[in-house]
């Protein structure tokens, strides 16, 4: 994908999506990854592959280098060697603000707000483009109205589109903290242990959520919670110390004899 500016890429990376089936070819690849800390090695000669239009599951022990792999991915961290090569191009050196413009996206373990602010203004905010003033946010001015509604609507915020996130209940503000990344216009969203402290309920909303976006974008999500993954992956890669263990879909990877060994405890 070619660098552009946000806003002519929005509209590329929309009409891309629409192009793009869900297939057999891989949109990320990771080859021969390392990332070592001193002596401590967090990823180990890691290779995995992201098909396009599929949502991937990244399970594994404490420890075994999940939020390292997406950090490599993103450009937070920088490789100690090996490549990650996303729709064909090589991601390994560039910034995280080049990696997003390129249709990266990704969620937090932690969810950071504005808490004055209201979901519509966080959404504003994250569609904004250099001409947006803080005035025209507040004012609620904005060519993003549509796509604000659009977005409230696929992450169940319409009815708090006027709430301010300190009075957004932690699972809403995990949705909104989702509605943040779509924003942004991705085509590849990773999301970094989505139900971390969501109680059953909000856990079943999250997976309609997610499930909602199957098709528009390729989805590369840690979990913890192997009933949620299993019921929403296509296929499942399991890390274990910063290698991959095996990967599948989600009825032979709880088969897994080493996978019931390092993981599942049985
Ligand atoms: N910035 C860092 N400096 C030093 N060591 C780190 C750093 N980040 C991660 N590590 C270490 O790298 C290893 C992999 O950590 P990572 O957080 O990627 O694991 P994880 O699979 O995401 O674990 P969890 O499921 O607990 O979130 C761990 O031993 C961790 O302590």
């Known amino acids: 994908m070619p660098d552009s500016t946000e806003s002519e890429l929005s509209s590329g ?43 991937h599951g990244l399970i594994g022990p404490n420890g075994a280098g999940k939020t390292t792999l997406i950090n490599l991915i993103t450009g937070e961290l920088k490789p100690t060697s090996g490549s990650v090569r996303f729709d064909g191009e090589e991601l390994t050196g560039l910034s995280p ?5 390129r249709g990266v996206g990704r969620s937090f373990q932690v969810v950071q707000f504005f808490p004055e602010m209201t979901v519509r203004e966080h959404l ?23 796509r604000i509604s659009e977005i409230a609507d696929v992450v169940h915020l319409e009815e708090q589109l006027g709430t301010v996130a300190k009075n957004l209940s932690y699972g ?6 989702i509605g943040l990344v779509l924003a942004l216009d991705a085509d590849l969203i990773l999301f970094d242990e989505p139900a971390a402290g969501l109680n059953s309920a909000e856990t079943e909303d999250l997976r309609q959520i997610i499930d909602d976006l199957r098709g528009d974008y390729t ?29 599948g879909a989600p009825d032979e990877i709880v088969e897994n004899e080493r996978v019931k060994e390092v993981y599942l405890g049985e």
């Open 219 to 247: 989805i590369l999500i840690i979990e913890h919670n192997i009933d949620l993954v299993r019921r929403l992956v296509d296929r499942i890669s399991v890390l274990h110390g910063g290698s991959l263990l095996a990967t």
């Open 13 to 55: 990376s929309q009409d891309a999506r629409e192009r793009r089936p869900a297939g057999d070819d891989s949109i990320l690849t990771v080859d021969g990854l390392d990332k070592t800390f001193g002596s401590l090695v967090a990823i180990d000669d890691l290779d995995l592959e992201v098909r396009e239009g599929e949502v």
């Open 97 to 101: 603000s080049t990696i997003a413009k």
């Open 124 to 146: 504003h905010l994250a569609l904004r483009d250099p001409t947006t003033t803080v005035t025209s946010i507040l004012h609620g001015d904005s060519d993003h109205e549509d």
């Open 172 to 177: 809403e503000q995990r949705y909104l903290e």
